[in-house]
């Protein structure tokens, strides 16, 4: 029942025009309630650039990267070529790590 309901929900988000709003509701679906809280989004020519409130979400983006990638291109389609991530300050998730290690 649950992979039914998934595939009706990933159908409907396919079918909206792209914007702001569905990519938005994409993204809550995907990250979960803590991570969408800890983030803000912005699709940028097929870039989603993820910023996180501080290094330790960026780092939770980051290791979640490849099944939030996943995810995502189902619900987006073509729409979403690559995922940014970036912390509040404006450094992405890499540097931050490697300054904090």
């Known amino acids: 029942m649950q992979n039914i309901a998934a595939s009706v929900l990933a ?3 396919r079918r909206q025009p792209p914007s702001r709003e569905r990519t ?8 979960g309630t803590a991570l969408t809280r800890a983030t803000s989004i912005e699709l940028r020519g097929g870039v989603l650039i993820v910023t996180a409130k501080d290094a330790r979400w960026a780092r ?14 189902s619900l987006l389609g073509g729409e979403l070529r690559d995922l940014r991530v970036l912390t509040a300050t ?4 890499f540097d931050s790590a490697t300054n904090h290690a």
């Open 90 to 93: 404006g450094t992405s998730a």
């Open 24 to 31: 938005t509701f994409a993204w809550g679906v995907v990250a």
């Open 60 to 73: 939770e983006v980051e290791r979640a990267r490849p099944i939030v990638m996943a995810r995502l291109q």
């Open 11 to 13: 159908d409907i988000i």
